[in-house]
Each structure stands twice: as structure tokens, then as C-alpha cells.
């Protein structure tokens, strides 16, 4: 597929909605919208006591409130590694001294840039971080026993924690 | 968190653009853009030998080709029982005999609205539907017993799909 022409349609505050004109392999053209949206970190923390971090808030974009593991946008500059810190300790209150990246996705490929770095944290202290623009955030600790209950439920139904938790929950039990 | 104003900033061919202001709890006003998207659906499809359908395409949105299980929006007034068996039909060429649902989630919570509908399809047979526009696509055939691999590898990197596999995984291991 080639690209030959690109138009921003709208610049907006947390992404950028482009209008691309591209040609198929077949020789034919066609648009393609797609949402730029900067990359992301998204982090399954694991307490001392074997529960999981995860923030109960209320989603505009759901209209509804969701159970998900910390996650957010990466500031310009940052590294992902860094992004996670200073979500997990504006979100959660915690600082991770211990950080690894297992892997990572793109959220919605079919229309979306966003890519989300993918990590596990563990050995947390305490070292909360005021943020400015953050919506109520509720802390929820979860045992890790509970987590794939909650999932088949229908509890936690958000698509990067989902993979997240159960992509942990495979790693550790190989472990 | 109160919706006091909306306006769709741009209407597209796969999503529209909306702009919200909304109060706070903390009664700050605030603006909240969101993607609204047609709700989807994916599939977990696996075939008589126990190997899953997976789908080989290049992504625009990504700049890249992506491994990903069969997935599609949802047509006005198809439920999502038809979508899946429509999708497969035209990018598997296999319709299923059995599906089952067994969840769903938010693909991008935080800034759009699409939410997935999750499936299982087994018993699959035959049955090719030409689709109008649908990028190249190639169908992969891979053994459930390399899917865990594939994942922590990073060939799968496609949200859904890892937490559609995943799921997956869990389930039928505890059958």
C-alpha cells in the first residue's frame, strides 16, 4: 500500500485524526482515517502481598465506570520506563523499583496509531506524585488468584488489561 | 462526571469525532474528545486439526503488517452473531457451526468508544463470501499449542488478539 496524499483533519488535545489517500495493491484508491495517538505504557504491579494494582475510574468515552490496570499516555521525551513511574505514582501512589518490559501492542490497529509498551512491576514503595488533569481514581488490590475470575466475569472489560493480567498470569505460572 | 455540551468535530467513513465539555466531580469544567466507533467483533476460530485462524494484513494505522485473529465492525442492525459469521466468511472463507461468546471489552476506554464482542468459533466449514473492500489478507493456520510463544515473542501484537488468545488459553485449559 502506498501513500499519496495526507490531510490533518483535526488536531486535538490528546490525538491528531489524519485523512490519508493511499493505493491498494490492486492499483485502486482509497482513504484511510486513521487516529495518531502517541504511544502508551500500560503495567501489571504486583504488591508484596501477591495482589495486583488496579484503578477503578469512571470512562467518559464508556460512560462508564471500569476496573483496569495503570496505564497512560507517554510525554514527549520520556522514555516508556519513565512513563510508568510517574503514572503508577500520580495514579497509584506507589513507585516500581523493579521494572520489566514483557512485550506490547497496538490498541486498534484497524484505525488507531497508539502502541502500548507493556510491563511488569514489582517491588513497590510508597511515593505518590500529585498529576493535574487526572479523573478520580479509586485504588483496588486484587489477588492475583481472583484475577482470571474477574475476567471471565466480565468484571474487567478493558482490552489492555485483560491482555495484560492474563500475558502476566501465563509468564509467571511458566516461571 | 456530567456531559454539559457536545459536538461531532468531524464525521468519517469508520468513526466519527466528538468533542464534550463536561464538570468534574470536582464541579471544574473540562473537554473530553472521544472516537466513536461502531461497536466490533473478534474470534477465537479454531479448526478440526486445533490450530486457530489467524489473519496476516498490512496495517495502515500501524505502518506495518499484523498477525491478528478475524475481526470486523458491526453493520447497522446485525447483531453480533452475524458480524462474526459475515467476517469469517469473508476473510476465512470458513463459516462457523458453533460460536459461543464469551466476553468483550473496551478496545481504547480512555479516548473511544468501539467496543469488541468476543467469540469462539468451531466446526467450521467452507463457505467463501466475496467482501467489497477488504485490504490483502492471508489466512494462517497455527497449532494452539504455539500460540503462548507466538504472543510472548512479539509476533501477535495486536491487542485483541492477545487478549482474545489468552482467553482463550485460560478457558479451554480449564475445561
Same mark, same amino acid.
Given at each position: 500500500?502506498?501513500?499519496?496524499?495526507?490531510?490533518?483533519?483535526?488536531?486535538?488535545?490528546?490525538?491528531? @485524526? +489524519? +485523512?490519508?489517500?493511499?493505493? @491498494?495493491?490492486?492499483?485502486? #484508491? &482509497?482513504? %484511510? !482515517?486513521?487516529?495518531?495517538?502517541?504511544?502508551?505504557?500500560?503495567? $501489571?504491579?504486583?504488591?508484596?502481598?501477591?495482589?495486583?494494582?488496579? !484503578?477503578?475510574?469512571?470512562?467518559? &468515552?464508556?460512560?462508564?465506570?471500569? @476496573? !483496569?490496570?495503570?496505564?497512560?499516555?507517554?510525554?514527549?521525551? /520520556?522514555?516508556?520506563?519513565?512513563?510508568?513511574? %510517574?503514572?503508577?505514582?500520580?495514579?497509584?501512589?506507589?513507585?516500581? %523499583? =523493579?521494572? =520489566?518490559?514483557?512485550?506490547?501492542?497496538?490498541?486498534?490497529?484497524?484505525?488507531?496509531?497508539?502502541?502500548?509498551?507493556?510491563?511488569?512491576?514489582?517491588?513497590?514503595?510508597?511515593?505518590?506524585?500529585?498529576?493535574?488533569?487526572?479523573? !478520580?481514581? #479509586?485504588? /483496588?488490590?486484587?489477588?492475583?488468584? +481472583?484475577?482470571?475470575?474477574?475476567? $471471565?466475569?466480565?468484571?474487567? /472489560?478493558?482490552? #489492555?488489561?485483560?491482555?495484560?493480567?492474563?500475558?502476566?498470569?501465563?509468564?509467571?505460572?511458566?516461571?
Amino acid at each position: 500500500m502506498k501513500t499519496i496524499g495526507s490531510t490533518i483533519v483535526h488536531q486535538g488535545d490528546i490525538f491528531r @485524526l +489524519r +485523512r490519508d489517500e493511499v493505493v @491498494l495493491p490492486s492499483g485502486r #484508491k &482509497a482513504t %484511510r !482515517e486513521v487516529v495518531e495517538h502517541a504511544d502508551a505504557v500500560a503495567v $501489571v504491579a504486583v504488591d508484596g502481598t501477591g495482589s495486583v494494582l488496579l !484503578e477503578r475510574q469512571y470512562r467518559h &468515552a464508556a460512560s462508564k465506570e471500569l @476496573l !483496569e490496570i495503570p496505564a497512560g499516555g507517554i510525554e514527549p521525551g /520520556e522514555t516508556p520506563e519513565a512513563a510508568i513511574c %510517574r503514572e503508577m505514582q500520580e495514579e497509584t501512589g506507589f513507585f516500581p %523499583r =523493579k521494572l =520489566k518490559k514483557i512485550g506490547g501492542f497496538y490498541s486498534a490497529p484497524g484505525w488507531a496509531t497508539e502502541y502500548l509498551h507493556l510491563f511488569i512491576a514489582t517491588d513497590l514503595v510508597p511515593s505518590p506524585l500529585s498529576a493535574e488533569d487526572t479523573d !478520580e481514581i #479509586k485504588l /483496588e488490590t486484587v489477588p492475583i488468584s +481472583r484475577i482470571s475470575q474477574l475476567i $471471565v466475569e466480565g468484571v474487567i /472489560e478493558d482490552g #489492555k488489561s485483560i491482555a495484560g493480567l492474563l500475558w502476566y498470569l501465563m509468564i509467571r505460572e511458566e516461571h
